[in-house]
């Protein structure tokens, strides 16, 4: 079983590892509890993803207790950025593997598995190591396990009170048998190690796939960890990147879903240009694929030549994750990002020229330290002048080891959550009032499933609810819409549905037909 946590960037990473697993015969359950190994592709954003992870481990490993888990391996930027705490305050946990060495996954499960062959039941305790250790020249973060989650009120970590490897004899499905003492099993690579490739197990319907275009991040903001976990900017392989866009279309994937730490540098490093427009040329040439939707696009790189191909490009849905953090100036020095706000007017402003129906998405920080009550305004004052169609407010986490951590004017937990409620309160109504005004509207939309609720009608024939999505809603963080319709689809299909009602953030619609 694998458990991915955090972004959609991890959610690729865990898909690869789940392709080399599969070549090498491994099965699958979602069932937790029959699951023999257990990985874990962690998080480390934020405060709340740290716990989410940690939290997850300790849960996790009470399986080696009370079901049939025998290894539990921690991935990802938790297991990269933590190596020393893990192996030091979680002793459930078998193995570490980074996040530049998932392809040696399969290698990770054979050292820990050896490790726990069964042996007579008079061996208990025995220091004998199983595999090799593979330990990376990177230098883990000092601390501990306590030192992982945000310094906030309710961030609590609960930890084992018994400290010592559990005994995998104490299931009674595995009676008379007992395990070796483990030796944590460390597999670090360079963050800045070439990219990999592997085939990979799409965990996302089948019918959507993110396609990741870059590893790594050369911005360091001030409040961000990710280029030390992850390594500076390097892009993928554009001949690579077609041809898994062109595996996955084959597959039955219609959306893709390009993602990165930021995408509107994609070819920079490689070919000494942004090159994400030549991207999405080749993209759209392959059979199958409808929509391309772009996410991560930092403001100050988008171009007149980006912003164009919204205009262009028809496979290129109207719809852009543009993440501006703040719109106060000062506030947006102290955090280590290249635009102000003149500048983020102007970049909106040259969207909307182009295409007037893009639906624009953001992120913004609150709470960061030394924002004041002015500069929430400033935000406020943004939002309400700009009328962003979707966005996210987070709280800011003070993260060890980033330069805003130390700055003056740290702000408390309960005063970031006011503010974080003032903004979400703002926005709120803001996308209430976008909802409704696509009531009386058609909108193309993908199906994504059916709801359970199919009843027959006087005249003998089958009433359906449909799940779906428009062009401005990405998977899991945007809305959704509702279709009533008379007719069969599938997951995957496209479908021109005609707004009859807004619902908070959600639209409800009938089917007017089913579109190629």
């Given at each position: 079983m694998l458990m991915s946590l955090g972004c959609d960037k991890n959610l690729?990473?865990?898909?690869?590892?789940?392709?080399?697993?599969?070549?090498?015969?491994?099965?699958?359950?979602?069932?937790?509890?029959?699951?023999?190994?257990?990985i874990v592709n962690t998080c480390c954003?934020?405060?709340?993803?740290?716990?989410?992870?940690?939290?997850?481990?300790?849960?996790?490993?009470?399986l080696k207790e009370t079901g049939k888990l025998r290894v539990l391996i921690a991935s990802g930027c938790l297991a990269q950025r933590y190596q020393e705490e893990i192996g030091k305050d979680l002793p459930e946990v078998d193995a570490i593997v980074g996040t530049m060495a998932i392809d040696q996954i399969t290698e990770a499960i054979g050292a820990c598995l050896a490790q726990v062959t069964p042996e007579s039941t008079d061996a208990a305790g025995s220091d004998t190591a199983g595999a090799d250790e593979s330990i990376a020249a990177d230098e883990p973060v000092s601390g501990s396990v306590d030192a992982m989650v945000s310094e906030s009120a309710d961030a609590v970590v609960s930890k084992p009170e018994d400290a010592t490897v559990s005994k995998f004899n104490q299931n009674p499905d595995n009676a008379g048998i007992t395990v070796r003492r483990r030796e944590l099993q460390k597999y670090i690579e360079d963050i800045n190690r070439p990219v990999y490739e592997g085939r990979r197990v799409l965990s996302t319907g089948g019918h959507v796939a993110y396609l990741k275009i870059?590893?790594?991040?050369?911005?360091?903001?001030?409040?961000?960890?990710?280029?030390?976990?992850?390594?500076?900017?390097?892009?993928?392989?554009?001949?690579?990147?077609?041809?898994?866009?062109?595996?996955?279309?084959?597959?039955?994937v219609r959306e893709l879903i390009l993602v990165a730490q930021e995408t509107t540098l994609y070819g920079t490093d490689l070919y000494g240009k942004k090159s994400l427009p030549k991207l999405i040329d080749e993209l759209a040439k392959i059979p199958g694929i409808k929509w391309i939707r772009l996410m991560y696009c930092y403001p100050e790189e988008i171009t007149e030549e980006i912003a164009q191909m919204f205009a262009q490009q028809a496979k290129l849905v109207p719809y852009i994750d543009m993440p501006i953090q703040h719109a106060s100036d000062e506030i947006l020095r102290r955090m280590g990002r290249w635009t102000n706000r003149k500048q983020l007017s102007e970049k909106i402003a040259l969207l909307r020229s182009v295409r007037p129906d893009i639906c624009i998405r953001t992120t913004l920080i609150t709470g960061f330290p030394g924002e004041t009550e002015d500069d929430v305004n400033i935000l406020a004052d943004f939002m309400e002048e700009q009328r962003f169609d979707r966005l996210g407010v987070f709280t800011y986490s003070a993260e060890e080891d980033t330069a805003a951590a130390e700055f003056e004017g740290q702000i408390e937990e309960e005063e970031k959550q006011n503010r974080l409620s003032y903004l979400m309160e703002?926005?709120?109504?803001i996308a209430f009032e976008k909802a409704q005004s696509q009531v009386g509207k058609d909108l193309i939309v993908m199906i994504e499933g059916r709801l359970m609720d199919e009843?027959?009608?006087?005249?003998?024939t089958w009433h359906y609810t449909y799940v779906a999505r428009s062009y401005m809603d990405a998977?899991?963080?945007d809305g959704l819409v509702f279709v009533e319709a008379d007719a069969e689809l599938m997951s995957g299909d496209f479908a021109r549905v005609r707004i009859t009602e807004a619902r908070d953030y959600d639209l409800v619609g009938v089917l007017a037909d089913v579109v190629d």
């Open positions: 690729v990473d865990s898909e690869r590892m789940m392709g080399f697993l599969s070549d090498a015969g491994y099965l699958f359950t979602d069932d937790e509890n029959e699951a023999e190994v257990i954003f934020i405060g709340d993803a740290k716990e989410e992870s940690i939290d997850q481990l300790i849960r996790l490993g009470k870059a590893e790594g991040c050369g911005k360091n903001c001030t409040y961000c960890i990710i280029p030390k976990v992850r390594g500076r900017y390097r892009s993928f392989p554009l001949e690579q990147l077609v041809s898994e866009a062109e595996t996955l279309a084959k597959s039955g703002l926005q709120q109504q009843t027959e009608t006087a005249d003998h998977p899991d963080i």
